[in-house]
């Protein structure tokens, strides 16, 4: 079953390559969407994918890649956009 879940990062997400080691991330596990910066100093995802795939991003987005410091996911479930690949979107 596709799921759909609404993130936003808070800490040091920004300039530490979060978005391109978040794609990468999701790309692997098969989710589709986006991520970008946001002009506050979080960084917004939307994820699409099946459930143990959501789980496992979710689990990972606590950490974040080797130069983040993760201090606060904020994660809402969303409707399906039926997104068909993972994006980075610029600043917003």
Do not use: S
Not at 8 to 26: M, N, P, S
Not at 59 to 74: M, S, Y
């Amino acid at each position: 079953m596709i799921k759909a879940m609404h993130f936003l990062i808070t800490g040091l997400v920004q300039g530490v390559g979060f978005r391109y080691a978040t794609r990468e991330k999701a790309q692997q596990l098969g989710i589709c969407g986006w991520v970008k910066n946001r002009a506050d100093g979080r960084v917004e995802l939307w994820a699409e994918g099946n459930a143990v795939a959501l789980d496992q991003l979710t689990i990972w987005l606590q950490q974040g890649p080797p130069a983040a410091r993760v201090d606060h996911v904020t994660i809402e479930r969303a409707d399906i956009k039926q997104y068909t690949e993972f994006q980075i979107k610029e600043l917003t």
